[in-house]
């Protein structure tokens, strides 16, 4: 039997980025994929190939909507090829996934393909094509999520989707009714818009992305009605159903009648759960919550101490970029050192068109608290840069302490913003003021001056370019 200081199941960001670290830091690692390629959901089928899709599909719509504009003339009709879209998707998804394979191998870390469960705290099954058992002095439990749906709907993964077969249709659809506007529902719900369906979304509350700010909330909403998405919010979805090659969605809106919907897909986007199916948690002691998630201490640490837990199958926002920073804090943990997360400092982003960012706290978590702040808020049709690019929607909102200065929060909707956000970020880190910002030199012509000037508006009514 192999043995080894640390074993960790799942490979997702997370857990890929834990079995790195515990190499680097000079831990004999291995880790357990119960599927024959390494990622999990985000290189598989959630950031790495929306991200591709949406890049594609942002392309085809600017040749067709903005090329003329700026003096291209493309002779005969622009076409879209969706097969070969699709594939270059899956090309992508293929160098970046093989990417985590040469990384495994460079840092010497042993890769079990097959489904990981413990036999005991120290002991963990692997049955895949060549089962086997291994002994592990440490294990973290990566094993993510999967998309969530609700219980009167039957997905058939053909009309009636999730995120993970939208990835890769066979047709645009004509209509495609998309139940939830958070996140994954807008992202995919843009890239068939762009290529040409008609997209409905119905929401239950009564805002899209409704964790975000409200003001952003606001924002992207009226931007995407702009781009002629029906937005049908205050709807709960009480039956969907379909009939051929048709989807017949019903939902009661806020006046309690009810309204039918019908599609040729419907995209069921309503949250992501913990996955802990096969994982046998009980055999090691591990105790899970009433929500099916790991539970753990601020050391991500469960109720048996040589079993940790990272991702989406703990408690928290369902991010890449937050797995990434766990898995890395529990191996510098398990290596003796003294590592720190910020979770109030892990960005969020959507990534439709204009991309919307934010970190820190919203004006309602601000009010609720009783924290006495200022605003300064500058729109990004207000700059030369946008302006050049014709990107013109959106704004930045920074959130400032009213008595110290300091950055609480930053909230901005535009083009680039999931790159921008890094900028507030570092600030907030570095606990910067709103002056701090603005008295930086940005340069000219950039959409990150709508930081400075939002930052300048918060000091003091001071931005200079409105």
Same mark, same amino acid.
């Given at each position: 039997m192999n043995s080894y200081d640390v074993a960790i199941i799942g490979s997702g960001p997370g857990g890929y980025v834990a079995a790195i670290r515990c190499a680097q830091l000079g831990m004999k690692t291995a880790i357990i994929e119960k599927y024959s390629t390494l990622g999990g959901t985000c290189l598989n089928v959630g950031c790495i190939p929306s991200k591709a899709l949406l890049d594609s599909s942002h392309h085809y719509e600017d040749a067709v909507k903005h090329f003329e504009e700026h003096g291209i003339d493309i002779p005969g009709e622009i076409k879209i090829n969706l097969e070969k879209m699709i594939s270059r998707k899956q090309a992508v998804v293929d160098q970046t996934t093989g990417g985590i394979d040469f990384l495994m191998k460079k840092n010497k870390i042993d890769v079990y393909v097959g489904i990981g469960s413990f036999k005991d705290a120290t002991h963990i099954s692997i049955v895949g094509?060549?089962?086997?058992?291994?002994?592990?002095k440490h294990t973290i439990?990566?094993?993510g999520s999967k998309p969530s749906t609700l219980p009167f709907i039957k997905l058939d993964k053909e009309r009636i989707i999730t995120?993970?077969?939208?990835?890769k249709l066979k047709e645009i659809p004509k209509h495609l009714i998309v139940i939830g506007g958070g996140v994954i529902g807008l992202e995919l719900g843009q890239v068939y818009k762009r290529l040409g369906a008609e997209v409905s979304v119905v929401e239950y509350m009564d805002r899209i992305v409704p964790t975000m700010d409200a003001g952003v909330s606001k924002e992207l909403n009226k931007v995407l009605k702009k781009q002629k998405f029906k937005m049908n919010l205050s709807h709960k979805v009480k039956s969907v159903e379909r009939?051929?090659?048709?989807?017949?969605v019903k939902a009661d809106n806020k006046k309690g009648e009810e309204v039918t919907f019908t599609g040729d897909y419907c995209l069921v986007a309503v949250g992501r759960h913990a996955y802990t199916d096969g994982l046998n948690a009980e055999a090691a002691g /591990?105790?899970?919550?009433?929500?099916?998630? &790991?539970? /753990?201490?601020?050391?991500?640490?469960?109720? &048996?101490p040589n079993i940790y837990a990272i991702g989406d199958v703990i408690k928290g926002a369902m991010l890449a970029h937050k797995a990434e920073e766990e898995g890395t804090f529990v191996a510098e943990t398990i290596a003796g050192q003294k590592p720190h997360i910020d979770y109030n400092l892990i960005p969020g982003v959507v990534y439709t068109w204009?991309?919307?960012a934010a970190v820190g706290k919203t004006e309602e978590q601000l009010k609720e608290a009783g924290v006495a702040y200022k605003v300064g808020q500058f729109p990004m049709r207000a700059l030369g840069r946008s302006r050049a690019s014709m990107d013109l929607d959106g704004f930045v909102k920074v959130l400032a302490d009213k008595t110290t200065d300091e950055i609480l929060g930053v909230h901005m909707v535009g083009a680039r913003a999931a790159d921008m956000i890094a900028e507030a970020v570092v600030a907030m880190e570095y606990r910067a003021?709103?002056?701090d910002i603005s008295r930086m030199s940005h340069a000219h012509p950039t959409f990150t001056e709508a930081i400075k000037e939002a930052a300048l508006a918060a000091t003091g009514d001071r931005a200079l370019h409105i």
């Open positions: 094509e060549e089962s086997t058992e291994i002994e592990a439990i990566a094993t995120s993970t077969e939208a990835l009939k051929g090659d048709e989807v017949i /591990v105790k899970l919550t009433d929500r099916g998630l &790991v539970d /753990v201490n601020e050391h991500l640490q469960t109720n &048996v204009p991309e919307v003021s709103a002056e």
